[in-house]
């Protein structure tokens, strides 16, 4: 065996052991799954209470978004339970759920905030 350190060629999450964190927006909570700090890629579970909502914010890459339970909206439409949205690089809006969500987000780089 040599000296070079072994990686595995996959990581199991154990998601339930994971805890709910809140994140700085009221009645948003997260769960992030996988993290590269490096490059900012990340695979986070969110589940936002009725009524929550992410201020203006821009993709700075591509995001995608797969939503389990609920629904959230943006300006130009509402992403329902089974269905699934991506934003291009550069985009910007706001973002809300009247009813709560569960919902699986795929991120490239980190959303920039304008609150």
């Known amino acids: 065996m040599n000296a070079e350190t072994f990686i595995p060629d996959s990581t199991y999450v154990d998601v339930p052991s994971i805890p709910w ?6 009645g948003v909570e997260a769960k992030t799954l996988m993290e590269n700090p490096a490059t900012g890629m990340s695979t986070v579970l969110m589940r936002w209470a009725p009524g929550a909502r992410l201020p203006q914010h821009e993709h700075v890459a591509i995001e995608q978004t797969f939503v389990l339970e609920g629904s959230f909206a943006d300006h130009m439409g509402v992403c329902r339970a089974g269905n699934y949205v991506w934003r291009r690089s550069g985009s910007r809006h706001d973002a809300w759920t009247d009813e709560g969500c569960l919902m699986l987000a795929f991120f490239l780089k980190p959303n920039t905030f304008f609150d």
């Open 21 to 26: 964190k809140p994140t700085r927006f009221t």
